[in-house]
């Protein structure tokens, strides 16, 4: 049987500056391999779908636990697809209430350029909307980004390998298990290059991915 790593999370979790509080009890988003300690949510802020995320003023981090992958193998197992794609510039910025409190993403479209593991779920054309664990909300002093873990928004015109997880309900591909799930190719991605450098095993798995797939 193969080894599974969870991160443990606090029981509470401190978003923003203030935006959004938790107490201790969990959701499971099996889709996706993540789970969030969330329940009695307060929001102070409006929760509504934007098109477009508005300007950034700070970015925060929203803790979750969720599946830590030892290697490209693993994280192909464990995904119901690989798929080397460029990000474009379309993307959408949804916040949504649950029984369990609001939960955001942001849908971005990107072109396939090989697909290195389809799915039977649904099959993978030259064109996807993914769904990455990121979103804009509106804080006390402005915008903020709240990212889940230490994923990291893809950026325009470069591109990446993805390990994608099917929601049937949703209709989509998220980003399998946050930032595991997402490898940028050139080294021009600076958001992700920073991460990876304060994350060993991110750096580890990266380094797994691209040998495997860039053969």
């Not at 949510?41 to 003023?57: F, G, H, R, Y």
């Not at 949804?94 to 350029?113: A, C, H, L, Q, Y």
């Not at 994608?164 to 799930?181: D, F, I, P, R, T």
């Not at 997402?182 to 992700?192: L, Q, R, T, V, Y």
């Amino acid at each position: 049987m193969k080894k599974t790593m969870l991160w443990t999370t606090v029981a509470s979790l401190a978003i923003g500056i203030g935006i959004v509080s938790y107490s201790t009890s969990s959701s499971v988003d099996s889709q996706n391999n993540t789970t969030v300690l969330s329940k009695n949510v307060q929001s102070k802020v409006d929760l509504t779908a934007k098109k477009s995320a508005p300007s950034v003023v700070s970015t925060d981090k929203i803790e979750a636990n969720h599946i830590i992958f030892t290697n490209a193998d693993d994280a192909e197992s464990q995904s119901d697809a690989v798929v080397r794609v460029i990000a474009t510039g379309e993307s959408k910025n949804v916040i949504e209430n649950f029984d369990w409190g609001p939960s955001g993403r942001t849908e971005t479209k990107v072109n396939v350029v090989q697909v290195y593991k389809d799915s039977p779920k649904q099959e993978i054309g030259s064109e996807l909307v993914t769904f990455e664990p990121s979103y804009v909300t509106e804080g006390k002093e402005g915008p903020i980004r709240l990212n889940y873990e230490d994923y990291t928004l893809m950026q325009e015109g470069n591109e990446y390998i993805l390990f994608l997880k099917w929601n049937e309900k949703q209709g989509a591909y998220w980003v399998n298990s946050l930032e595991q799930g997402k490898f940028e190719i050139s080294g021009a991605d600076m958001a992700e290059k920073t991460m990876q450098a304060s994350n060993d095993q991110y750096s580890e798995l990266k380094k797994s991915v691209l040998e495997k797939y860039q053969q």
